[in-house]
T-cell receptor, first 115, second 108 residues
Framework: GAGVSQTPSNKVTEKGKYVELRCDPI?????LYWYRQSLGQGPEFLIYFQGTGAADDSGLPNDRFFAVRPEGSVSTLKIQRTERGDSAVYLC?????????????FGPGTRLTVL | DAKTTQPPSMDCAEGRAANLPCNHSTISGNEYVYWYRQIHSQGPQYIIHGLKNNETNEMASLIITEDRKSSTLILPHATLRDTAVYYC?????????FGAGTRLFVKA
């Protein structure tokens, strides 16, 4: 079946602009996660959703970052007033949403470059 | 902070078993051990997970010590395509903390 998809695959923007990154999870997965990965480092947790609600947004670096999942499926990560330090690969993952053995399936990521 | 400790890099000869260690001395009773890998420019890929017992699937085996404070991921016959960064993660809920992982180089 279809895996997690993310669009766009690459996004180049200028400092100060607004960007939206989209994630389509695996059908039926109730949990959805966003991570950010800088070069040479492991993925950094940003936020996860259980259904439509953000269950844990403790990883969002500041209030320029916001994510939504209005219908419990597709999610959008929104970044306002982008800064050069926001340049990274943004990864999305989804899982069935049960605690315990909770395997996450990752998308290919969106590479964001802020000039 | 990551709750696991892994060597930063390892080498393995093609066709030989790759044994990747992970220390997780602060693991709690209901936390699973997960392994993922990330091949260059791709998203992380799930490999295997376990709670107490050793586990095996088509990709790898996971050996967890009796005290659960460490584990080993075994790739029985490493190929060049297994060159990747391997992440060991402990958790039982949803917030997942990745460390830096082990960069495995499989050499011909």
């Amino acid at each position: 079946g279809a895996g997690v998809s993310q669009t766009p695959s690459n996004k180049v923007t200028e400092k100060g602009k607004y960007v939206e990154l989209r994630c389509d999870p695996i059908s039926g997965h109730t949990a959805l996660y966003w991570y950010r990965q800088s070069l040479g480092q492991g993925p950094e947790f940003l936020i996860y959703f259980q259904g439509t609600g953000a269950a844990d947004d403790s990883g969002l670096p500041n209030d320029r970052f916001f994510a939504v999942r209005p219908e419990g499926s597709v999610s959008t990560l929104k970044i306002q007033r982008t800064e050069r330090g926001d340049s990274a690969v943004y990864l999305c993952a989804s899982s069935l949403g049960t605690s315990g053995g909770n395997t996450q399936y990752f998308g290919p990521g969106t590479r964001l470059t802020v000039l | 902070d990551a709750k696991t400790t892994q060597p930063p890099s390892m080498d393995c000869a093609e066709g030989r078993a790759a044994n990747l260690p992970c220390n997780h001395s602060t693991i709690s009773g209901n936390e699973y051990v997960y392994w993922y890998r990330q091949i260059h420019s791709q998203g992380p890929q799930y490999i295997i997970h376990g709670l107490k017992n050793n586990e095996t699937n088509e990709m790898a085996s996971l050996i967890i010590t009796e005290d659960r404070k460490s584990s080993t991921l075994i790739l029985p016959h490493a190929t060049l395509r297994d060159t990747a960064v391997y992440y060991c993660i402990v958790g039982g809920g949803f917030k997942t903390i990745f460390g830096a992982g082990t960069r495995l180089f499989v050499k011909a």
